[in-house]
């Protein structure tokens, strides 16, 4: 991890709280999933994509523009899920939750238009088979994906949960 990076990140994100939007696009049992790195001490991290909210514009429209601008690929909300707190100091954010689905668009490594061309923190982006999913280290994936018997568990979740170092 590129030290200078890492302040960049917390410059950008941290020591705020921040409201953002998360997408779970599941297709023929793969998840679609961003891996970023610099965010994660130990390597890799995948999430689902998403980002921070924009004043003035819908949960919805702020997740199609995340998806955007990350994936390449259009979609639209098929309904709210759940709330996730994502408490990792200095990292701390709401997230609202959506299942979406696929509408258009192609699929390839988007940016990050909080962070410069030359800070890029998003490495790959792809669907990653659910049973890999399951196999990686908890450490390597965000927490909303970590200690799931079954991915359809994502679907069932309807409350606040929240999750810290």
Known sequence: MKKGLEHKI????????????????IENDNILLVNHHA????????????????????AENNLKREFLEETGIE????????????????LHAIELIFEVRRTGGGLTVGTDPEMGSGDQIIR?????????VRQMDRSAIHDILANKSLFTDLYAMKSYYISSK
């Open 10 to 25: 917390i410059d950008t994100f941290g020591n705020r709280l921040r409201v953002r939007v998360c997408g779970i696009c």
């Open 124 to 132: 790959d982006v792809r669907f990653v088979p659910i049973a890999e």
């Open 39 to 58: 965010l994660n001490p130990q390597g890799d991290f995948w999430a689902p994509p998403g980002g921070g909210m924009d004043f003035g514009q819908s």
């Open 75 to 90: 979609i639209e909300c098929s309904r709210f899920l759940f709330v996730h707190e994502f408490l990792k100091p200095p």
